[in-house]
């Protein structure tokens, strides 16, 4: 059974930064898609990034290109997101998803079938 599990939220002040974990079991970061999502209060679930661990390749939403860093241990089987420069529009819960297929393909909920339960980001100006 797949299982994802975030860790590293918390409250920060606008232009800190923080760092998220994803430890995944059942489930190898090495060659699979991977992506962290997020919502915030009243509005949809959106995509953040995403990566192949195994070869790096990744993908960001424009609106945290530059601040964000997606990664990946193949050791650990972790994903990780590094934000800098946050803002209060980062607040939101984030999580971490990946798809059956192992395919990353565009970042909309519906293409993701494996969820953690959430970590709470809190930005304040």
């Known amino acids: 059974q797949v299982q994802l599990v975030e860790s590293g939220g918390g409250s920060v002040q606008a232009g800190g930064s923080l760092r998220l974990s994803c430890a995944a079991s059942a489930y190898s970061v090495s060659w699979n898609c991977m992506a962290w999502f997020r919502q915030a209060p009243g509005k949809e679930r959106e995509g953040v990034a995403s990566?192949?661990?195994?070869?790096?390749?990744?993908s960001y939403a424009d609106f945290v290109k530059g601040r964000f860093t997606i990664s990946g241990d193949n050791d650990k089987n972790t994903v990780y997101l590094d934000m800098n420069v946050l803002k209060p529009e980062d607040t939101a819960i984030y999580y971490c998803?990946?798809?059956?297929?192992?395919?990353?393909?565009?970042?909309?909920?519906?293409?993701?079938?494996?969820w953690g339960q959430g970590t709470q980001v809190t930005v304040s100006s």
């Open positions: 990566i192949y661990a195994g070869s790096g390749s990744t």
């Open positions: 998803a990946a798809p059956r297929s192992g395919v990353c393909s565009t970042l909309r909920r519906a293409n993701f079938d494996y």
